[in-house]
């Protein structure tokens, strides 16, 4: 045999070899012998949609255990409403593990996204969010800065009930809204010194007249503040008790707890 009678014979060898390897490695065939059968989610999921995971992955596994794209089923998975995070492997024979960290929402931020309790902002779309979540807003570079005025002002102002809100607009300008309602208005210029100094003065403006309610608080002054008061609201009777064998209930009417604004003063 010639040399290179021989040197066809071991190319040919050679790719015999390779051919079948390159096949099963790159999904031209092999999927049905070596299939993954089983998907293991890890980690708790309390928001992400179990059938929009299983849909997401389904398409991508069907090249088989040597031939699945970890990267691409990844990023499928990443897309997911609520994943913050997923790492996608796979176990021999036959498992595909997906390791999943949903959001955990703490604020919602604008009118469109959520905040997480990592700092990132991602859509809220038509997800279903906690009732009682504050509204924090601004541009997106500010996060962090919103973030931590709003920690501020919720351990300042416990004892007012409460922060609804905390945003700055695009000029710069803070405010605050306590859960009643009332709000606050810090400006541009050092609002964690204007929030401290307001706040603890709070309680003995509160505590002056009963009969009003703080509506509106502009703490951009330097040696006081100018305060909107309303009237306040009487509070709800408590509803009767009925006495035991009683046929008819007694129903109770909460006042309108949005009163309109008073003077200025």
Known sequence: MTALARLLAWLLALALVALPV?????????????PLRTLRVQGPLQRVDRAQLQAAVRPLAQRGFFAVDLAAIQAAVGKLPWVEHAE???????????????YRPVARWGQSQ????????????ALRLPPDLP??????????????LYNAAR?????????RAVTIDRRGSWSITLRD????????SDPAARLVRFATLLPQLQAQDPRRRLARADLRYTNGFALTWVKAEPAALPAPVNA?????????????????PGSRT
């Open 155 to 163: 351990a300042q102002l416990a004892h007012a009930g409460g922060v």
């Open 22 to 34: 390159a096949g099963v490695v790159r999904g031209w065939w092999g999927g049905g012998y070596w």
């Open 114 to 125: 959520v905040l997480s309790e990592r700092g990132h902002l991602f859509p809220a779309g």
């Open 135 to 148: 509204l924090l807003d601004g541009p997106e570079a500010r996060v962090p800065e919103v973030v931590a």
């Open 181 to 188: 309602g009332t709000a606050l208005v810090l400006g541009r």
């Open 88 to 102: 996608v492997r796979k176990q021999w024979p036959d498992v595909l593990e997906v390791r999943i960290r949903e």
């Open 244 to 260: 035991p064998g009683s046929r008819n209930a007694a129903t109770s009417t909460n006042p309108n707890p949005n009163p309109n």
